[in-house]
């Protein structure tokens, strides 16, 4: 009989630690999605600003040669944008990796969780 409790409680004990492990899963999954979704926003945030700066860009160039600096402005401008929006898309890229190996995280605490549960109805 003690065996069978001690059995239990340790069931009990997996069955509570996976459950922590699948809710700090969903907790990390919640974050890194909003996470993706401001990259998202500023990503393209930076491409209206980007095309904005390309169409200014080749009103400048028509424009006469006093427009030089301003030209050389807006494509240093430019240029930093699409750094910035290289750089987004890399993290962007990296944030849907993370939330594909946090969502397999969650799925197998999940499949552990009901292992568990199953386990201790058959008990």
Do not use: C, P, W, Y
């Amino acid at each position: 009989m003690d065996a069978f409790k001690k059995k239990l409680e340790t069931i009990r004990n997996e069955a509570e630690a996976a459950k922590e492990r699948a809710e700090k899963a969903e907790r990390e999954l919640a974050a890194i999605r909003a996470d993706i979704a401001t990259k998202e926003e500023e990503t393209h945030s930076l491409h209206e600003r980007v095309v904005l700066l390309e169409s200014q860009l080749e009103s400048a160039e028509t424009g006469s040669s006093d427009d030089k600096n301003k030209l050389r402005e807006i494509e240093l401008k430019t240029e930093d944008l699409s750094r910035k929006v290289r750089t987004l898309e890399k993290e962007h890229e990296s944030l849907i990796s993370k939330l594909d190996d946090m969502t397999d995280k969650h799925d197998k605490a999940k499949h552990e969780l009901e292992e568990t549960l199953r386990a201790m109805d058959e008990m």
